[in-house]
Nanobody, 114 residues
Framework: QVQLVESGGGLVQPGGSLRLSCVASGSSFSIYAMGWYRQAPGKQRELVAISTPVGSTNYGDSVRGRFTISRDNAKNTVSLQMNSLKPEDTAVYYC????????WGQGTQVTVSS
């Protein structure tokens, strides 16, 4: 049974940093894309960052230059370093593995507020 477990969310002031982590279990995901999405209240879920099996990355326009995605295939983990956080980054962040189907974590809340 595939399971994705996120950690690292919380409350941070504008300009601060957070690091999200996701551990995937139940299979090996080294040949699949892994990434992060987010959903703010009243908005659609959107791509934050994605890491492909060959090591390339892609970011949403609103986070490019501030967020960095990384993965460790040996540990089946994907992380998201978020710097220079803004109030508009407030959302529930979801870990995703795009395998034979899409797998999702339960989500972790990130709140950016003073």
């Amino acid at each position: 049974q595939v399971q994705l477990v996120e950690s690292g969310g919380g409350l941070v002031q504008p300009g601060g940093s957070l690091r999200l982590s996701c551990v995937a279990s139940g299979s090996s995901f080294s040949i699949y894309a892994m990434g992060w999405y987010r959903q703010a209240p009243g908005k659609q879920r959107e791509l934050v960052a994605i890491s492909t099996p060959v090591g390339s990355t892609n970011y949403g326009d609103s986070v490019r230059g501030r967020f960095t995605i990384s993965r460790d295939n040996a540990k089946n983990t994907v992380s998201l370093q978020m710097n220079s956080l803004k109030p508009e980054d407030t959302a529930v962040y979801y870990c995703n593995v795009h395998a034979w189907t899409d797998f999702w974590g339960q989500g972790t809340q990130v709140t950016v507020s003073s």
